[in-house]
């Protein structure tokens, strides 16, 4: 694999809920003079959308027209290496990480239209800029499938519980450990009625399990690989 012309580079990070993607690509993109892209974040910005309507999840007609004629976006902070989410031009950045929007977004995934309009939108953001480092789930597969390096991390289940509860508390959210595994758990399952299960990792991505290491030395491996594979 090697970098597409004039020193372009795409590079898709697929993996588990909560097995460290944002925060491994964060570091990798900056090391690689990359713009860092969460796609994940649009299905959370559309599950706030949802959310403010009322509508519930069953009303799959209604939220289609909703998200039909609402305007997602992202903006990027290149030097912070973070994505700021744009709700009809609202930054709703800081509204995405609660447990309602995770159960709600993870519904809108199951929903193939939703997620057919979404990928449009993400490769139209992705095209934009000429080096990425791109994170979410099945991206490998259905956004960036001729990306120059695909990369999928996993976790033990009880990591991904701890990383995912610590960042909620962060956040200033109260919710226990068992809350948080309920959730990884139901949106694993979710993945796995999909069409296609986002947890398979494509054949042609290097896949590095993330448990007892730090965040520093798996973003060094990716970097390390990208240099070798792609520059």
């Given at each position: 694999?090697?970098?597409?012309?004039?020193?372009?580079?795409?590079?898709?990070?697929?993996?588990?809920?909560?097995?460290?993607?944002?925060?491994?690509?964060?570091?990798?993109?900056?090391?690689?003079?990359?713009?860092?892209?969460?796609?994940?974040?649009?299905?959370?910005?559309?599950?706030?959308?949802?959310?403010r309507s009322s509508l519930s999840l069953d009303q799959t007609v209604d939220i289609h027209e909703l998200l039909s004629k609402t305007r997602l976006g992202i903006t990027i902070d290149a030097a912070a290496g973070k994505n700021h989410l744009l709700l009809n031009g609202e930054d709703v950045t800081s509204l995405l990480r609660t447990s309602e929007i995770d159960a709600v977004?993870?519904?809108?995934?199951?929903?193939?239209?939703?997620?057919?309009?979404?990928?449009?939108?993400?490769?139209?953001?992705?095209s934009q800029y000429r080096r990425v480092v791109v994170t979410g789930r099945g991206i490998g597969r259905t956004v960036l499938p001729e990306a120059d390096m695909k990369v999928y991390l996993t976790a033990d289940l009880q990591v991904r519980v701890q990383r995912r509860w610590e960042e909620r508390v962060q956040n200033g959210e109260q919710v226990t450990l068992r809350t948080i595994e309920k959730e990884i758990l139901d949106r694993d399952r979710a993945n796995r009625e999909r069409e296609f299960d986002p947890d398979i990792p494509t054949q042609d991505a290097v896949c590095i399990d993330t448990t007892g290491r730090s965040i520093a030395s798996v973003s060094q491996e990716i970097i390390e690989l990208a240099r070798v594979w792609c520059l």
């Amino acid at each position: 694999m090697k970098s597409g012309p004039s020193g372009s580079l795409q590079i898709a990070i697929d993996g588990q809920t909560a097995a460290g993607k944002d925060t491994v690509a964060r570091e990798a993109a900056a090391a690689l003079d990359c713009v860092f892209i969460d796609t994940g974040a649009l299905y959370r910005a559309a599950a706030v959308a949802v959310v403010r309507s009322s509508l519930s999840l069953d009303q799959t007609v209604d939220i289609h027209e909703l998200l039909s004629k609402t305007r997602l976006g992202i903006t990027i902070d290149a030097a912070a290496g973070k994505n700021h989410l744009l709700l009809n031009g609202e930054d709703v950045t800081s509204l995405l990480r609660t447990s309602e929007i995770d159960a709600v977004s993870t519904q809108l995934a199951r929903q193939k239209e939703l997620r057919k309009h979404l990928i449009v939108l993400q490769q139209r953001i992705i095209s934009q800029y000429r080096r990425v480092v791109v994170t979410g789930r099945g991206i490998g597969r259905t956004v960036l499938p001729e990306a120059d390096m695909k990369v999928y991390l996993t976790a033990d289940l009880q990591v991904r519980v701890q990383r995912r509860w610590e960042e909620r508390v962060q956040n200033g959210e109260q919710v226990t450990l068992r809350t948080i595994e309920k959730e990884i758990l139901d949106r694993d399952r979710a993945n796995r009625e999909r069409e296609f299960d986002p947890d398979i990792p494509t054949q042609d991505a290097v896949c590095i399990d993330t448990t007892g290491r730090s965040i520093a030395s798996v973003s060094q491996e990716i970097i390390e690989l990208a240099r070798v594979w792609c520059l």
